[in-house]
């Protein structure tokens, strides 16, 4: 929760502090494919079909599960939207193809284990490991259905349009009046009332309007039985058999749920991450990577915050909001200086500590054994203040260590923007 609240706080500070390269939130995202599978438990009807992560597998899956399939749909699988309008960095176009069941193994090894690029990924990309072999369904009519959280409600809110196939936000531009939203009593749960409203409002053409009710009362049932924050389905299509489909999905699950939604949890996929926040996560520290090239080192939210603010007012861009906290372990922060030093765009680090709970002395162990264990490259400018403040520097004197040192938070940031020159 914590981490998700300095996130929070990071990106509303994005107009001082730069771009960012956005990561995950507080949020579990997972794959398509597991979305879907985890629907289908829920008795909500999506399309057949199977992951697969080589080529082998690829023919054996469409023998067993798409046998009588004449064309079927290969699925890049990526944390990110934009798939079908992505590029590989092999120049193969599509994240996305729909191709006869003979051509889908050439399709699928111009995706496997190559980095796709979308406008969600940023330019580094994503590693596609897996492919989603669906059936090719015939669809006569696309919605847009979501469940999100809404803090003027507070509670779950349903979210529905008549037309759908692209995003929430173009339509919202395009047909403002389509778009109906229903607020759900996060104690009474959904009513066949509310449920019938969101099916007036997607206005289905050929899908029977009870089954309809039905499965819109499911999926609310897996929004709060899963801990989703959100669960988008675009489109929510009609076939021409007159069923509702879940066709394309994307599910995020609240990190505070963790504990008691470890089947979901466990289909994390850490290598679409942000490899130093999955490194800070597992030593409990609130991370959140940024593009710039002064690596931070600060506790409490707020003096994190100023602190990447000084550092742009100064010209320099931070390459990380990285608070240690008011209880860091002197391993912690070992640990902090370790995901700092790592990151080759760090070109300077700046320690920013004034102590309260979390002593001087403790961060300045924690510098110098980490100098011990990591080769320091690149200057380090050290700001300390508040309780055992003697110590702590008496620790850095004692060290040995090349520091810069700094009186005060203005004085700390110009040092550390000059010493990139």
Not at 111 to 134: E, N, P, R
Not at 301 to 321: S, V
Not at 404 to 410: G, K
Request: glycine share 8%.
């Amino acid at each position: 929760m914590v981490r998700g609240m300095l996130r929070k706080l990071a990106n509303q500070s994005l107009s001082v502090a730069g771009k960012w390269q956005q990561q995950q939130l507080r949020r579990l995202n997972i794959h398509e494919y597991q979305g879907a599978e985890l629907m289908g438990k829920y008795g909500i009807n999506v399309p057949k079909g199977v992951a697969v992560a080589s080529l082998d597998a690829l023919k054996k899956a469409i023998q067993d599960v798409l046998p009588n399939q004449n064309e079927v749909v290969v699925k890049s699988q990526v944390l990110a939207g934009g798939r079908g309008l992505g590029t590989f960095k092999n120049g193969f176009q599509g994240g996305v193809h729909i191709v006869k069941a003979d051509q889908a193994e050439e399709i699928a090894a111009k995706m496997l284990g190559q980095i796709l690029v979308t406008k969600q990924t940023g330019a580094q990309g994503k590693v596609v490991s897996k492919v989603y072999l669906c059936e090719k369904m015939s669809l006569v009519n696309e919605m847009y259905f979501s469940i999100i959280l809404d803090r003027a409600t507070a509670g779950p809110l349903i979210i529905a349009c008549r037309k759908g196939g692209t995003s929430i936000e173009d339509l919202a531009e395009k047909f403002p009046d389509m778009i109906i939203k229903v607020p759900i009593d996060v104690f009474k749960g959904i009513s066949d009332e509310d449920a019938a409203k969101v099916v007036d409002g997607l206005a289905p053409k050929v899908a029977d309007r009870n089954d309809s009710i039905e499965q819109v009362k499911k999926l609310y049932k897996l929004f709060c039985e899963s801990d989703c924050t959100m669960l988008e389905i675009n489109p929510l299509a009609e076939t021409s058999d007159n069923k509702l489909v879940a066709a394309d999905a994307k599910l995020n699950f609240d990190d505070n749920a963790a504990y008691r939604q470890k089947e979901i949890f466990s289909l994390r996929d850490s290598s679409q991450e942000d490899p130093r926040e999955v490194a800070a996560a597992k030593a409990d520290l609130n991370y959140i990577g940024l593009d710039g090239e002064i690596g931070c080192m600060v506790n409490g939210a707020g003096l994190a915050m100023a602190t990447m603010d000084i550092i742009k007012l100064h010209g320099g861009t931070p390459a990380n909001f990285l608070d240690v906290g008011g209880n860091a372990t002197e391993g912690q922060v070992v640990e902090a200086f370790k995901i700092l030093t790592a990151d080759e765009k760090v070109k300077a680090i700046l320690v920013n500590i004034f102590g309260g709970i979390m002593k001087c002395d403790v961060i300045a162990s924690g510098i110098v054994n980490a100098a011990k264990q990591v080769q320091l490259k690149v200057p380090v400018v050290v700001r300390l203040e508040g309780t055992n403040v003697e110590q702590g520097k008496r620790i850095l004197k004692e060290s040995g260590m090349t520091l810069i040192t700094a009186e005060d938070l203005d004085d700390a940031a110009e040092k550390a923007v000059k010493a990139l020159a």
